[in-house]
């Protein structure tokens, strides 16, 4: 007798620990299935296929809908480079987020406050120049030129929004 109740507390332990391995790898193919998805659709949005790019891109957070606030990497950068942001470059920002049509309820706008609460890791910055030599290759070089003419003057608003230079 105590011998079936050993066999069937193992049984029940051994069906226990195979629904945690199956439900771990159900888990990660749906993550992996997700994460493809999200890597096809900025793929399809921004014509790079440089999977290193596309995969840091996902790794800092942004996604297909919300590719438009990487225009805004330079800035957010701008305002952190004395360790803070000052109440004036966030407003900047924000200003230069509206102006790119980022609205509150978007999830790039969502990320953008996340980059202006909590200092950004420098992965992004990197990512951010990445994403700009890919872009490159596929836009009019007078597309591209007016991207980093808007670009330079918007970070020399958020600088002198503080009181300080570029």
């Known amino acids: 007798m105590l011998g079936d109740g ?3 507390r193992c049984a029940v332990l051994e069906k226990g620990f195979a629904y945690e391995v199956d439900r771990k790898l159900i888990e990660d193919a749906q993550n ?7 890597l096809d659709e900025i793929q399809q949005a921004t014509q790079i296929t440089d999977q290193q790019i596309l995969n840091e891109l996902i790794d800092c957070g942004v996604r297909a809908n919300s590719l438009h606030i990487l225009t ?18 966030r407003l900047a920002i924000l200003k230069a987020a509206e102006q790119e049509g980022v609205r509150a309820d978007s999830p790039g706008y969502q990320e953008l406050d996340g980059w202006l609460r909590k200092r950004p890791d420098a992965k992004l910055i990197k990512t951010w120049k990445d994403y700009v030599a890919a872009i ?7 597309t591209y030129e007016a991207l980093r003419v808007t670009t330079i003057a918007r970070a020399r608003q958020v600088a002198e929004s503080a009181g300080g230079f570029l």
Do not use: D
């Open 136 to 142: 490159r290759l596929f836009v009019a070089p007078e």
């Open 6 to 8: 050993l066999s069937k």
């Open 72 to 89: 805004l990497v330079p800035l957010v950068h701008v305002a952190w480079s004395n360790s803070h942001i000052e109440r004036a470059e």
């Open 32 to 38: 992996e299935a997700r994460r493809q998805r999200e």
